[in-house]
């Protein structure tokens, strides 16, 4: 007979990993902190308003795809391709840039800036592809029993790349474009993983590849809750219970076997197995009290961005804002040099604006506007008063105003605003950091902690902070790589 699974979260990587166990027999259930599932991926409804609270799109919907085949389910929900994937709006031109996955008709608006523009971003994205196509399979999506195993897999990737282990994401990007606006543009991506192209490291520009050329970027029908309403009603057909405003406190061990965890009303929950779906640093120190993982280490590693996010319903239209927006300004370098240290300026030149009701028109009432707005700023080591958060907010509101000239604040109707502080209180975030530990060198295949304890060995990880790393797609693949863990499991 299968053994019983705890599930410690329900975020996405918790909620795919319960149901990958539950179709394969194991009984599982699942406890949850706050009182719906989907962790970062979650929605809030006010005012008649529906908001995303986190990710606004993915990629690698393959890996989704692979998902559905490996439970034996139809997709849990729908989605659509993207194109263009976004715009970018500079503050030193009224100029919008559409990125298009049309190589070509790209090109075309980069005809004053950068005239050999397709040329270079045909070569560009190229190395990018071999990147893609001599790693991700063979380092990516492998689990690991040590270190000496990764850096034997490291040795099977194409020697041709090894030079750009030496590069950071930006110094990459200007080998091939040579304008300002290319550049940056280009070195978007590096965001979405939390940090900046000047401390990404240059193996991600492979992310360009997989923007244009390989998968793309997607919209979910309805919003991005709807992966999470899809996969908990499958959940669900499996008898998989999600016990809500359930918080681990405590635990009881028994040598190298954890019996127990305790939650915040002193009940015990047992199984034979846990996957913790928090955040595999944190809950390592928080709960295990294990050394190396202490406040005072946690510090010390190198955390993904701290956001503010801001949910507004306007009561008007916006036709002249496309679905996915990112406004910089004029001192990308300053500015991401600075983001995740410095809480002295109010000039915020990077943020995106995601109108949710553009393409998902029940998620406002009628003539109205769903709005989200996300902004990195420096996490709690840096920035750990945030009374001046409305300060900070009105200049954002402000900027876009200019931006779109048309002034939003009359507006408002409905505004909630989340930062640092309140990420990191409801979903266990060391010191807010928004996407968990970030993926320099030193923190990533087996130099992020692993995916199975390092003295228990019936508990399990999975997420953001555990291998392979951040983002939705990354984290279906952990999932996959922890139910190999456990198959393997030996009572």
């Known amino acids: ?3 019983s699974v705890l599930v410690v979260g329900a975020g996405i990587g918790g909620l795919a990993t319960a149901l990958r166990l539950a179709k394969r027999g194991y009984k599982v259930e699942i406890i949850e902190k706050n009182s719906q599932a989907g962790g970062r991926l979650n929605q809030l409804k ?3 308003f529906t908001f ?3 990710p606004s799109f993915f990629s690698m919907s393959y890996e989704f795809k692979e998902f559905a085949k490996d439970c034996n389910i139809e997709m849990p929900f729908k989605y659509m391709a993207l194109d263009p994937l976004y715009t970018v709006n500079f503050s030193r031109s009224p100029k919008t840039y559409r990125l298009y996955k049309d190589i070509h008709k790209l090109a075309e608006q980069f005809k004053d800036v950068e005239p050999d523009f397709e040329i270079k971003m045909r070569k560009y994205l190229k190395n990018g592809k071999a990147l893609f196509n001599d790693t991700v399979d063979i380092v990516i999506k492998e689990n690991y029993n040590s270190v000496l195993a990764y850096l034997i897999t490291l040795m099977k990737v194409n020697p041709v790349h090894l030079p750009i282990l030496f590069r950071n994401f930006w110094q990459q990007v200007c080998r091939y474009f040579s304008s300002d606006d290319a550049r940056e543009i280009i070195s978007l991506v590096a965001f979405f993983l939390g940090r900046t192209p000047f401390d990404t490291p240059a193996v991600y520009t492979l ?10 970027y997607y919209n979910v029908e309805g919003g991005m809750y709807k992966i999470v309403e899809g996969i908990v009603e499958e959940l669900r057909k499996e008898n998989v219970t999600i016990t809500y405003n359930t918080e681990i406190v405590d635990f009881v061990a028994n040598g190298r076997k954890l019996d127990c965890l305790v939650d915040q009303n002193n009940r ?10 928090s955040d595999a640093a944190s809950f390592r120190g928080r709960i295990f009290k294990r050394p190396k993982f202490s406040m005072e280490k946690l510090d010390k ?4 961005m701290g956001p503010l996010t801001i949910y507004l319903g306007l009561k008007c239209k916006l036709p002249q804002v496309e679905h996915h927006n990112y406004y910089l300004g004029d001192n990308f370098k300053e500015y991401a040099n600075k983001v995740f240290q410095s809480s002295g300026t109010l000039q915020k030149p990077y943020y995106y604006v995601n109108v949710l009701s553009r393409n998902n028109p029940g998620c406002a009432p009628e003539g109205c506007e769903s709005l989200f707005f996300v902004c990195p700023v420096p996490d709690l080591r840096f920035k750990k008063n945030w009374d001046d958060k409305d300060e900070i907010v009105n200049s954002i509101l402000d900027d876009f105003s200019k931006r779109i000239n048309q002034d939003i604040l009359p507006e408002i109707v409905s505004k909630t605003i989340y930062t640092p502080v309140d990420w990191q209180n409801q979903y266990n975030l060391h010191r807010g950091s928004g996407l968990g530990l970030s993926h320099k060198m030193m923190q990533i295949g087996a130099f992020r902690p692993t995916n199975f304890d390092e003295v228990f060995k019936n508990v399990f990880y999975v997420g953001a902070s555990t291998v392979p790393g951040t983002g939705l797609p990354i984290t279906m693949i952990s999932s996959k790589l922890v139910v190999e863990r456990i198959e393997k499991l030996k009572y």
């Open 301 to 304: 590693m190198e955390w993904t």
């Open 268 to 277: 015990q929950w047992r199984s034979d197995i846990v996957v913790v779906n």
């Open 207 to 216: 992310l360009s590849y997989t923007e244009f050329e390989h998968d793309g």
């Open 46 to 48: 006010k005012d008649g």
């Open 1 to 3: 007979m299968k053994k």
């Open 52 to 54: 995303d609270t986190g």
